[in-house]
């Protein structure tokens, strides 16, 4: 084919995609055909670097060889068979996620908003059966700011008008306070509060860290008020920020953890929400479930990418070629440059607020063979998959001076 008509192929697509598709998304304008690694290729074959990383989805690279055998081998023996049965992975499954994040017991869904409901379930359940709240009146502390998902109890508590603007009336008991504050949090903290629901970094907000002690303060504050503490590490968690779990840059564990995105390599949605024994009991058979949570194809799938993530050190090295892209980053000398921030391959990099928007940069990126995404206007996120080698890093630090210092 010429060079011509792959482009038309390409515009093709668009042009069909805007015909029929829901238009909730405003993508740029690169069709991706096929990946590998931190690599992605478009219909016309022009390779990018990923520094998104379907948001922290493909933590192990774009169709891991290991997943993808993985993968095939259980979609040709068993691939559902609904909770009403059960099936040969899902132990497995379970012994390795508990064995791994320290849990006691964890209950399997798909998407991560899936996992976030559950819990809010979960901790209102305890709540009412364990801290003897009274019907109806429970509260869960949420923070501004935050991202979990788009369904409607969620996008209730969101402090984003394109979030939730249009979509009341919501379910009530949810409570903000500003991220980043212990002394808001307790101020908040009443008789009837059964959870505070938290990012150990908040990754749509523009991978905005909280002060340090932040998660131990909450963790303590929780502890004392007798208030279940439910970290959403949907995309934190699984190696993205240097550490298996981001909890455990404070060294705390929280009552209910949720994981999901990278928890199957981005191969199909598998979300889980993780917990001691005591809070996950308040959930009786028949009282949550889900037709695709905890299918055997989700379970092998996510069995092969946690192994790949450990086998392959893929957390040490967010941590080590994070620290080292995050300084590379760092010593450009920009004036559009306000902030780098970040932990591991969590990464962002925000502009100056005169420059008008990071997407124009994003497009400038795109041209030199990244694929970046702006996030709130001003801010750059850097997130590429965790198998991310020191020359890839320094690579991307050009590509960055270069288009800031244009
Ligand atoms: C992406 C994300 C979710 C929602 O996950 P979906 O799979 O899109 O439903 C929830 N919480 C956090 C922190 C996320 O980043």
């Known amino acids: 084919m010429t ?8 515009a093709d697509l668009i042009a069909l995609e805007t015909l029929y598709g829901a238009t909730n998304y405003k993508p740029l304008d690169v069709v991706l055909t096929r990946g590998e690694g931190v690599y992605v290729w478009d219909v016309n074959g022009k390779r990018y670097l990923d520094c998104l990383a379907a948001y922290s989805a493909v933590n192990q690279g774009h169709c891991h060889p290991k997943i993808v055998a993985a993968m095939v081998e259980q979609a040709g023996r068993l691939t559902l068979t609904s909770r009403a049965f059960r099936n040969d ?23 991560g908003a899936e996992a976030v409901e559950t ?14 709240v009274a019907k109806d009146r429970a509260e869960i502390i949420v923070c501004k700011q935050n991202f979990h998902g788009r369904t409607l109890a969620v996008v209730g508590f969101s402090s984003d008008p394109s979030t939730y603007r249009g979509f009341g009336p919501f379910a009530p008991g949810f409570v903000p306070v500003p991220y980043g504050d212990a002394a808001a949090l307790e101020a908040a903290i009443n008789e009837n509060t059964v959870a505070f629901l938290v990012e150990p970094i908040q990754g749509e907000a ?8 932040y998660m131990k303060t909450a963790r303590e504050l929780c ?19 240097g550490k ?29 929400v993780l917990s001691n024994d005591e809070v996950m009991s308040a959930i009786k058979p028949g009282e949550h479930g889900s037709t695709f949570g905890g299918n055997p194809l989700a379970c092998a799938v996510a069995r092969a990418a946690l192994k790949v993530l450990i086998e392959e050190d893929m957390i040490g090295n967010s941590e080590r070629i994070g620290a080292r892209l995050k300084a590379n980053l760092a010593s450009i000398k920009s004036d559009k440059v306000k902030e780098v921030r970040g932990r591991g391959l969590m990464l962002a990099l925000e502009l100056t607020e005169d420059l008008g928007g990071a997407r124009p940069y994003c497009e400038a990126l795109q041209h030199r063979g990244i694929l970046c995404k702006d996030t709130h206007d001003h801010t750059i996120r850097i997130s590429p998959p965790l198998v991310l080698t020191a020359d890839q890093a320094d690579w991307i630090a050009e590509q960055f001076e270069a288009v800031l210092r244009a």
């Open 223 to 241: 502890t004392k008020h007798n208030v279940v503490l439910i970290c959403d590490e949907v995309q934190t968690g699984l190696g993205r920020t």
């Open 3 to 10: 060079d011509t008509l792959t482009r038309d192929r390409a």
């Open 206 to 213: 523009g991978v905005i860290v909280p002060p340090a002690g």
């Open 89 to 111: 992975q899902l132990p497995l499954f379970y012994e390795e996620l508990c064995t791994l994040t320290k849990s006691h017991k964890a209950l399997p869904m798909n998407s």
């Open 119 to 132: 819990a809010l379930k979960v901790a209102r359940k305890w709540g009412y059966e364990v801290k003897g």
């Open 244 to 272: 298996l779990l981001a909890e455990e840059h404070e060294g705390i564990e929280a009552d209910l953890t949720l994981v999901g995105k990278a928890l199957s390599g981005g191969f199909y949605p598998v979300s889980a």
